[in-house]
């Protein structure tokens, strides 16, 4: 248990990690690319060691720089070196996800499972729309959950419709995976695409290591076969929802904080959570190559939060200081991460005083003065670094289980302290 320090203002530039978003979505493109690839200012955190693990475990080389934030992995021209494997990916969605897609390009038996919470975290979908592109895999258990087994003998390609309200994560791991499949993927989403700006960065990294994508908006996307990836030297973007911690810091005691390398370009949703704080009453400025936010009168919002889900829980914090209630929406799919996210932070708000309300798609809080608690994470990373900055004004804020921000941010509290000096 770790007890945070309430601070007068912060005012600080700071450098938060790379994204594990385009950290995982690299690391699978230059394992199926041809030659070798420098992935800089990689995130070595849980989710991204559980990556490079099973990547390891299917014969790919993939071995970090000592002393840098970098990793080297030779491609393996979208081939499965092995023909079995038994993967675990802790509880890290993104890593079973992609790899499931992943392994049906192989020529055997594989099977990829996680921990408790990690059985319950939905794959269906993906499953049967790549069985309908002509892989063959099933949930071992019949839940529609992991534990998954592949029998591969690569992927037949076609035309395939899939949901978007679960997970962009199905439409990223098929994206990645389609440039060797036997013909071209045609990916249709039936309804509305959850988390866009996930798969607008899975494009983006599949750009960079030489494969187009053919879009008609957000409603279909199309892979053409014949397309390889090729080893690249390849610059990972700093993390905007590492980031969101600190731009909330600064709203929360009405101070200044700046993130450098995360510029006004940025394709990460959770950059946008910058312009959410000005809606609240803080100061924003942008440029290429940094972000600033500076305190001021915070006020209630109502807000979509759909394309932002992973800062969610950072407004959560925010909004325990303004001035009238906060509505957060859409954001339904909250439930099926780590921990049912809507459930938590409306449990852990309660045990600080603060009133909310839970809805099926969301939250509204009405803000009132917090007191001290102990408040639980449920292992999840980002309860964790959220319920923290609650602590930079309120005596007595003290976080259960903070290893758990190993999965993301492994120095966070240590980053966080250093704002008090």
């Not at 991204?48 to 393996?76: D, F, H, Q, W």
């Not at 996800?97 to 594989?110: C, E, I």
């Not at 439409?171 to 866009?196: C, E, F, G, M, Q």
Request: net charge neutral.
């Amino acid at each position: 248990m770790i007890e945070i320090k309430p601070v007068d203002k912060v005012n600080a530039t700071v450098r938060v990690p790379g994204s594990k978003s385009y950290t995982n979505r690299a690391l699978i493109a230059a394992s199926l690319a041809s030659g070798e690839s420098v992935i800089k200012n990689a995130l070595l955190s849980e989710d991204t060691r559980v990556m490079i693990s099973c990547l390891n475990e299917i014969g790919v080389y993939v071995k970090s720089v000592p002393g840098e934030n970098a990793l080297i992995v030779k491609g393996c021209e979208g081939t499965i070196p092995v023909e079995r494997a038994r993967l675990f990916a802790g509880n890290a969605g993104t890593v079973v996800r992609f790899m499931t897609a992943v392994l049906t390009l192989g020529n055997g038996q594989y099977e990829i499972d996680g921990i408790e919470r990690m059985r319950k975290r939905p794959i269906q979908q993906l499953i049967d729309a790549l069985n309908r592109l002509g892989a063959d895999v099933v949930s071992k258990e019949g839940t529609g959950c992991p534990p998954v087994l592949i029998n591969a003998g690569g992927l037949m390609g076609g035309r395939v419709e899939i949901p978007g309200n679960v997970s962009s994560q199905y439409i990223s791991a098929i994206l990645l995976s389609a440039p060797y499949a036997d013909n071209d993927v045609r990916i249709i989403i039936t309804d509305y695409l959850v988390s866009k700006n996930y798969v607008d960065m899975t494009i983006d990294v599949m750009s960079k290591f030489g494969v187009g994508v053919e879009r008609d908006s957000y409603r279909e996307f199309c892979v053409k076969s014949g397309q390889n990836y090729k080893g690249c030297k390849y610059i990972v973007e700093p993390d905007a929802s590492g980031a969101s911690y600190f731009f909330a810091a600064a709203a929360i005691t009405g101070g200044r904080v700046k993130v450098e390398g995360l510029g006004e370009d940025s394709l990460q949703g959770d950059a946008k959570f910058i312009d959410i704080l000005r809606d609240m009453g803080c100061s924003v400025r942008k440029a290429s190559d940094w972000l600033e936010v500076e305190g001021g009168k915070l006020r209630g919002v109502d807000v979509d939060m759909n394309d932002t889900p992973d800062v969610v829980q950072t407004l959560a914090s925010v909004a325990v200081f303004a001035e009238g209630k906060t509505r957060i929406r859409n954001v339904r799919n909250l439930r099926y991460k780590e921990t049912d996210r809507i459930t938590a932070i409306v449990n852990e708000l309660k045990k600080v005083g603060v009133e909310v309300r839970e809805f099926e798609d969301g939250l509204e809080i009405n803000p009132s003065p917090p007191h001290s608690a102990e408040i639980s994470t449920y292992n999840d990373h980002r309860m964790a670094m959220s319920f923290a900055l609650i602590g930079l004004r309120t005596e007595g804020i003290k976080i259960k289980n903070p290893e758990c921000v190993e999965k993301t941010f492994p120095d966070f509290f240590e980053r966080l302290g250093k704002l008090y000096y």
